[in-house]
């Protein structure tokens, strides 16, 4: 296994490694004195080595509450677990977030290792220090920032993935591109975009290294998210996070939603003459080189705006936009009712 970088976030440094299987990783866990317990899903469980410490939890986003957490925490309690020793999460962003949420809270924290198995989990959802559980029908409503001591990032788990679910990670990939102060991974995609789609390992490393990169420089510079920095993360999140609580949250995948939204920033930045013509062009050029060119009805504008009016991130009762002005130059702004329906139809 191989130390990739590291990040500290309110006091906390988490460490990535990187590895092409998994086996370095669950060696290296065998070493540790402390007590591990590996939380995974249906899904991943299979893919632990036999005699380890662990809680198998139903697969989906209904898992993603309460109960959860508990029985996190009731396991740990049973084992004896202190502050010293280590929930492990194996599996998606849903794993992860649970996970990361019962550590942040175990005897007001102990310790944390992520193994995401998804593309959407190692480049958004491990590294940011969030934790969150679903609550009262609202997604991610209660959370904590609880940075994870490591993150292991390997390929080997990516093969397993249906076409879908890899476009999910490939959006937020896409998006770090477009927020990015420097042009390295924007042309990294466009000129490798078919030994990428197509998975090929020894691309992994470089793309995972200069995708997180990216949001490293963010996040470290507003751990919190009260700076204004850290915002500009959700470039095509508003509009596209509408559009899935329109969808139930099943119809439109994650990375559909966000390539769709962030199709929908790019626009309004044309209409208010604050984005680049060139730039949105070459944008719009790499969404559909890697297969985002879906259009998407939105059958209701009023259930459409009453979906925004949910996002956490409004300031009052206005809801924030960002749009960006070219490659890395982002404004956040408020939009106009008509120009959003202008957007979606």
Known sequence: MEKLFSVTLTGVTSDLYYSPSLEP???????????????????????????VEKLILPSGEEAKGWESVVEIVKRAKSLGFGRDDYLVAFGGGVIGDITAF????????????????TLLAMVDATLGGKSAIDFDLSKNFLGTFYPAHAIYLTPEVLNTLSWREYKNGLAEVIKHALISPDEELLTFLEKNSTPIIEREEHLFKELLYHSLLVKRGYIERDPKET????????FGHTFGHALEVLGNFTRYSHGEAVAWGMGRALEAGLKLELTDSEFVQRAQKLLELYSFNETYTVTSKKAFLEALQSDKKKRGSLVRFVLLKERGLYQIVNLSNELIESLIE
Do not use: W
Request: aromatic share 10%; glycine share 6%; proline share 6%.
């Open 102 to 117: 019962a550590a942040s809270l175990y005897m007001r924290g102990c310790q944390l290792i992520l193994i995401p198995t």
């Open 25 to 51: 990783f669950f060696t290296h866990l065998a070493t540790f004195k402390e007590k591990l317990l590996f939380v995974a899903d249906t899904n991943t469980a299979p893919l632990l080595p036999q005699g």
């Open 227 to 234: 700076m204004g920095i850290r915002e500009v993360l959700n």
